[in-house]
């Protein structure tokens, strides 16, 4: 009884050591760039520092499958800002995961890179969507998370959340608003 008794307790410590290791794991960090948030720019841009501190000239990165209210959009776009400097948070460090397109030239001589960026594990350009703060925006070819930002933007609107809060809905898209703007 006692050696019946004891073969149970061991398999449940072995049983509890296995739940409590796989609990422990570090979350999954995606291939890409590590680097530094130095300033957040809009809800939907970043400039970030190289993590290895070799260069001092801030790169601009725009979070790939999604589109922030533009900066005249008030309050939304002031809130997709805040988030997202909550978000990066004082850790500042971020994994940028390209998709396929490569950076985007500008006029000022200056790139955009285009990315998901990660921390911790956790994709923050799906965050903000899940917010209701972002539109999820698939732009051929960079739509490796596609599915996933839009059943995003679906539970953010279906709970009422952000944009799409019944009582201060975001009337224009970003494209919309933009598109009006120049009218």
Same mark, same amino acid.
């Given at each position: 009884?006692?050696?019946?008794?004891?073969?149970?307790?061991?398999?449940?410590?072995?049983?509890?050591?296995?739940?409590?290791?796989?609990?422990?794991?570090?979350?999954?960090?995606?291939?890409?760039?590590?680097? *530094?948030?130095?300033?957040?720019?809009?809800?939907?841009?970043l400039?970030?520092?190289?993590?290895?501190?070799?260069?001092?000239?801030?790169?601009? *990165?725009?979070?790939?499958?999604?589109?922030?209210?533009?900066?005249?959009?008030?309050?939304?776009?002031?809130?997709?800002?805040?988030?997202?400097?909550?978000?990066?948070?004082?850790e500042?460090?971020?994994?940028?995961?390209?998709?396929?397109?490569p950076?985007?030239?500008?006029?000022?001589?200056?790139?955009?890179?285009?990315?998901?960026?990660?921390?911790?594990?956790?994709?923050?350009?799906?965050?903000?969507?899940?917010?209701?703060?972002?539109?999820?925006?698939?732009?051929?070819?960079?739509?490796?998370?596609?599915?996933?930002?839009?059943?995003?933007?679906?539970?953010?609107?279906?709970?009422?959340?952000?944009?799409?809060?019944?009582?201060?809905?975001?009337? #224009?898209t970003?494209?919309?608003?933009? #598109?009006q703007?120049?009218?």
């Open positions: 009884m006692l050696l019946r008794n004891w073969g149970l307790g061991i398999s449940g410590l072995i049983l509890g050591c296995i739940l409590l290791l796989g609990g422990c794991q570090t979350a999954t960090v995606p291939p890409g760039k590590p680097v *530094v948030v130095s300033r957040v720019t809009s809800g939907q841009t400039e970030v520092l190289p993590a290895n501190g070799q260069s001092a000239l801030a790169e601009r *990165v725009r979070l790939l499958g999604i589109e922030a209210p533009n900066w005249q959009q008030t309050p939304w776009s002031h809130d997709a800002k805040a988030a997202l400097e909550a978000l990066v948070g004082s500042k460090r971020v994994v940028l995961e390209p998709d396929l397109q950076p985007l030239e500008l006029e000022d001589g200056l790139s955009l890179q285009l990315a998901y960026v990660w921390q911790n594990g956790v994709l923050l350009n799906e965050r903000l969507v899940e917010a209701g703060l972002a539109l999820a925006v698939s732009r051929s070819p960079n739509i490796k998370y596609e599915q996933r930002l839009l059943r995003a933007q679906e539970k953010a609107r279906l709970m009422g959340v952000g944009i799409w809060n019944p009582s201060n809905p975001m009337r #224009q970003p494209e919309e608003f933009r #598109q703007s120049r009218a």
